[in-house]
């Protein structure tokens, strides 16, 4: 099972900021198979990014994802009121299996 | 606009079988481009996948999960269903359900509200 580590597990910012998310996987996924997802509190998941880099539909463009091999980042350029709120990776080259998540609140 | 709804018991006592329905409308269940999940996050938790079922009825389970998971599809009433068997504490979580686009593997991109299901004598 490819474990999918994110790091920190808060991340407190003020309104403007950077927010700069890491997701580790225990071993190589491929770039098509990594996924972003954003949830706020009595909501469920709502997909943000996937194949690394492709926005879904809807999502604004400050929202942008990189990375390779084992190690993945989403970040926010600018964080608005709106994006506080709980991320998480997924992979689902082998399996699905989902981070434990980054925590983006306001500082 | 595809829209996902779970329904079931919100409460179920140890050791037996734990129900959900996963009604899909705005859109065919049969569609051969979308497959059906079920995802879990246990309260204050991360989420967890628990299986993938196609129209056909074909499924694809978490390992962890896969003795005590099963998955079906009623197409006539266009709605997908999970049965997890022996449950136990461990397996109180708000469930939902979700549509994958194109393929087993791919994201999920569509979600119900998601039901809590509390597992208590």
């Known amino acids: 099972e490819i474990v999918l580590t994110q790091s920190p597990g808060t991340l407190s910012l003020s309104p403007g900021e950077r927010a700069t998310l890491s997701c580790r996987a225990s071993q190589s996924v491929s770039r098509k198979y990594l996924a972003w997802y954003q949830q706020k509190p009595g909501q469920a998941p709502r997909l943000l990014i996937y194949?690394?880099?492709t926005r879904a539909t809807g999502i604004p463009d400050r929202f942008s994802g990189s990375g390779s091999g084992t190690d993945f980042t989403l970040t926010i350029s600018r964080v608005e009121p709106e994006d506080f709120a709980v991320y998480y990776c997924q992979q689902f080259g082998t399996s699905h299996t989902f981070g434990g998540g980054t925590k983006v609140e306001i500082k | 606009q595809l829209q996902l709804q779970e329904s079931g018991p919100g409460l179920a006592k140890p050791s037996e079988t734990l129900s959900l329905t996963c009604t899909v409308s705005?859109?065919?269940?049969?569609?051969?481009?979308?497959?059906w999940a079920w995802v879990r996050q246990p309260p204050g938790k991360g989420l967890e996948w628990i299986g993938s079922?196609?129209?056909?009825?074909?499924?694809y389970y978490y390992p962890s999960l896969q003795s005590r998971v099963t998955m079906s599809v009623d197409t006539s009433n266009n709605h997908f269903s999970l049965k997890l068997t022996s449950v136990t504490a461990a397996d109180t979580a708000v469930y939902y359900c979700a549509r994958i686009n194109r393929s087993w593997f791919d994201p999920f991109d569509i979600w119900g509200q998601g039901t809590m299901v509390t597992v208590s004598s």
């Open positions: 079922v196609y129209y056909t009825g074909s499924t």
């Open positions: 194949a690394v880099s």
């Open positions: 705005g859109g065919s269940i049969s569609s051969t481009n979308s497959y």
